[in-house]
């Protein structure tokens, strides 16, 4: 008691002195246009609050939505993800501890899951950014009606998913697709694009490939108008061809633009929902007869939403928030060592 | 001069924001009632609105049951609130029960998910049982939506008796039997010989046709005769020892063996093409089904199709309307679930949408709508229905019947149709995941 009372008394004057000693440089803070307000006055007791406390209030919506749709349902998940509740009685909540974690860690489908969301996104993610690349070096030629090419390059990302996955569903079918008729044109046999598992696997990737590669063309056609010309003039004064300019100049100043491009697909791949739901038709959340297709997501909304089984579900769902982490951090020490060897 | 502005400036500024931010979050809290606002429990002589919500195509619309209800009650409106998906819809309201707020006056319950309603969700619904005449309905439909204490929470609208529906052209051309009568004859009582009529079938097959859709429909069919399914009359699970689930599986496996299925799931949107290009034979119908089959068959398939009865009385979906606790007009809501399920509104309903009525009264009075008359060959449909209904046994429900059901036929069945799996491995893995779903 004593001691923190006397801790207080010493504090106290240090803290009642600190204003009055920087009168100066709060009046250099205010700027020179700013006639000195009167102390201690009404309009001046009114600006200072207001230089100290606005910039929070215009911060402050974000927190508070990010307080209220992301913070608090992700502890709630958490809290959820301890106990038995079942969809059908909320009410009923009982603890279980890390049950829920340890029977993910034991199930099949889980590390299935897993491995699929892996597979599909390294095979969606990879082909798209290379030809990402690709066609945005194409698009940074001069051509004749670019702006239109560009606007086509963005129609597949202004389709939504289900309209696009339906008709991708028909490409694929195995009796009668389009898609297995022009291989029987080159002596293919029919292949079951839902069942068999790398079938299945890359028309999921197929159809992503298709959504986002014109998206991420149009974010790395930015990055290279940006690039100076004459680093260009220079290189070709240099003698370097097209191909030796493309890889000795444009790739090394796209390393930034490249690397956002990746971290943005690898969340994305992770996050792989709407796709294989819907590529899946009926019952789909069960990615396929085998799950050969069902990603984390797939399986996060089918233990919760079909079975019920929330409790598991919100395991789930922050097993996968970890998994993000490690992705993030992964991410941010290769970019890192990226920075140090440039 | 300039401070001051650039001060009210900001002030103004933070006004927005605080406005912004509290106008925002009273969306959200507005949102959250939505339904009640627009009245306020109309006694006041002020319109009631009454929300239905409800699961694909109801046909309360399409029959124009809504206009003439508010036509005789000036001072209802009713609003429709349909959810495509019944995998979206029933999380969403089982969620809102709970929640005590924003289910909507009359909740519609699919058959599939009555059990978990009666047993979990029972004092989340109004007792119906005592403003009705409970006897005008098939026994086994109200008995499917009582609660162990005698409560009813759903009255029952349409349901789903079984027949067959086949392409007789193409029978003709394989060179069966394509007497509705003497088909039905064939196959009664079980449906191995339904499998065995498959099996003449493929000898002589059109060519690019199989005798039916699925091995998972004929699962489906055969179950649908079953009183034993997943679940015992106590609530226990018996799927791996019921005998019901044995039988329909056995017939499924030797459709899925045998090269006479197109190895489609229905529903999906290569089953609606084939209908278009005729690519199977028969399907396993409920009377819901007809119009969808002529709606994908378009005309070409018009005086093609015929319809049989099936080889044993079945009965696959149907629905409950319940009308919530939660509801903010009780009263009046009681009072529409009531009208909309009587044998008169069945009746409409059924001469529009051919959802099959719950009622027997209706059943005299039935018309089919003309056009599907001819679509299927001026088969007796009416009357093939109306003797499934009567003699369908009462089926025990469970909890968890939805996602068992979905693993045995869209795992199981289809690793053993699609994948070359054998019936055993099929059984496997079917098992595999019922486990996972009752979290043992």
């Given at each position: 008691m004593t001691s923190s009372k006397q801790a207080l008394a010493r504090t106290a004057p240090s803290a009642d002195a600190a204003p009055g000693s920087q009168p100066g440089a709060a009046r250099r803070a205010h700027g020179r246009g700013t006639p000195p307000p009167g102390p201690g006055s009404w309009r001046s007791r009114l600006y200072r609050w207001d230089m100290k406390a606005s910039p929070y209030a215009f911060v402050a919506p974000f927190f508070i939505f990010f307080g209220a749709f992301g913070l608090i349902p992700l502890l709630y998940t958490a809290w959820y993800s301890l106990h038995n509740v079942q969809l059908s009685n909320l009410d009923q909540q009982t603890w279980v501890g890390l049950d829920n974690y340890k029977n993910l860690m034991s199930s099949d489908f889980f590390w299935g899951a897993l491995q699929n969301t892996f597979t599909i996104g390294v095979i969606s993610t990879v082909p798209q950014l290379l030809m990402a690349i690709g066609i945005a070096h194409l698009l940074n030629y001069k051509l004749r009606g670019s702006t239109l090419w560009r606007v086509v390059m963005l129609t597949p990302y202004a389709t939504s998913v289900a309209a696009a996955t339906l008709v991708f569903v028909l490409l694929y079918s195995w009796d009668g697709g389009m898609i297995n008729w022009l291989l029987h044109f080159v002596g293919v046999d029919a292949i079951n694009w839902r069942e068999s598992t790398w079938g299945s696997q890359f028309a999921v990737s197929s159809i992503v490939i298709w959504r986002w590669t014109g998206y991420n063309a149009l974010i790395y056609l930015a990055a290279m108008q940006a690039i100076p010309s004459d680093l260009y003039e220079s290189a070709a004064l240099d003698g370097a061809g097209r191909w030796q300019q493309f890889r000795h100049v444009t790739i090394p100043m796209l390393r930034p633009t490249i690397l956002f491009t990746v971290v943005v697909s690898t969340i994305g791949a992770t996050q792989l929902f709407g796709e294989p739901l819907l590529f899946g038709g009926v019952s789909g959340s069960k990615g396929g007869s085998e799950h050969q297709y069902q990603t984390l997501g797939l399986y996060m909304y089918d233990q919760g939403?079909?079975?019920?089984?929330l409790g598991k579900a919100s395991a789930i769902a922050w097993t996968m928030f970890l998994i993000l982490l490690i992705v993030a951090a992964i991410n941010l020490l290769i970019t890192r060592r990226l920075r140090k060897t440039q | 001069m300039r401070t001051s502005t650039r001060g009210s400036r900001r002030l103004m500024a933070l006004a927005a924001v605080a406005a912004l931010t509290t106008g925002l979050l009273a969306g959200c809290a507005e949102d959250s009632d939505d339904g009640s606002s627009d009245s306020d429990g109309g006694s006041g002589g002020g319109k009631t609105t009454l929300t239905i919500g409800t699961f694909g195509v109801f046909g309360y619309k399409q029959a124009g049951l809504y206009d003439e209800y508010m036509k005789q009650n000036p001072d209802i409106t009713i609003k429709e609130n349909v959810t495509t998906r019944t995998d979206v819809y029933w999380p969403k309201t089982l969620t809102r029960l709970q929640a005590g707020?924003?289910?909507?006056?009359i909740q519609a319950i699919e058959v599939g998910n009555v059990a978990e309603a009666v047993q979990?969700?029972?004092?989340?619904?109004?007792?119906?049982g005592k403003d009705v005449d409970k006897s005008q309905w098939l026994d086994w439909k109200t008995a499917q939506a009582t609660t162990k204490d005698g409560k009813t929470i759903g009255l029952g609208t349409d349901i789903g008796p079984m027949a067959v529906c086949y392409r007789k052209d193409l029978f003709k051309a394989a060179g069966l039997e394509t007497d509705r009568v003497k088909l039905a004859e064939q196959w009664k009582g079980d449906w191995s010989k339904y499998v065995d009529v498959g099996k003449d079938y493929m000898k002589k097959a059109p060519k690019g046709t199989k005798f039916v859709d699925s091995a998972a429909s004929v699962y489906n069919a055969a179950l649908g005769g079953e009183s034993e399914r997943y679940y015992d009359k106590d609530g226990n699970v018996i799927w791996d020892k019921s005998a019901g689930v044995e039988k329909a599986w056995d017939a499924s496996m030797e459709v899925a063996t045998s090269n006479?299925?197109?190895k489609l799931k229905q529903f999906d949107k290569p089953w609606d093409q084939a209908f278009a290009n005729g690519g199977f034979a028969t399907v396993a119908c409920p009377a819901w089904m007809l119009g969808y089959i002529q709606e994908k068959s378009g005309d070409a398939g018009k005086g093609k199709w015929d319809v049989a009865a099936a080889p044993t009385a079945a009965n696959w979906g149907g629905s409950f309307i319940g009308v919530p606790?939660?509801?903010?007009h009780q009263k009046e809501a009681i009072k529409l679930a009531k009208w909309l399920t009587a044998p008169e509104q069945q009746a409409k309903v059924f001469g529009k949408q051919a959802s099959f009525p719950s009622t027997p009264s209706a059943y005299a009075s039935l018309k089919p709508q003309a056009a599907t008359t001819t679509f299927f060959s001026d088969a007796p449909i009416t009357q093939i229905f109306s003797d499934s209904a009567k003699t369908i046994p009462t089926q025990i429900f469970g909890v968890k019947d939805q996602p068992i059901n979905t693993a045995i036929s869209d795992i199981g069945i289809l690793q053993v149709e699609q994948k070359g799996k054998t019936p055993d491995q099929g059984w496997d893995a079917a098992t595999k995941e019922i486990k996972d779903v009752l979290g043992q």
């Open positions: 939403w079909i079975i019920g089984n | 707020s924003g289910t909507d006056d979990t969700q029972g004092d989340k619904f109004v007792d119906l006479m299925s197109a606790t939660a509801g903010k």
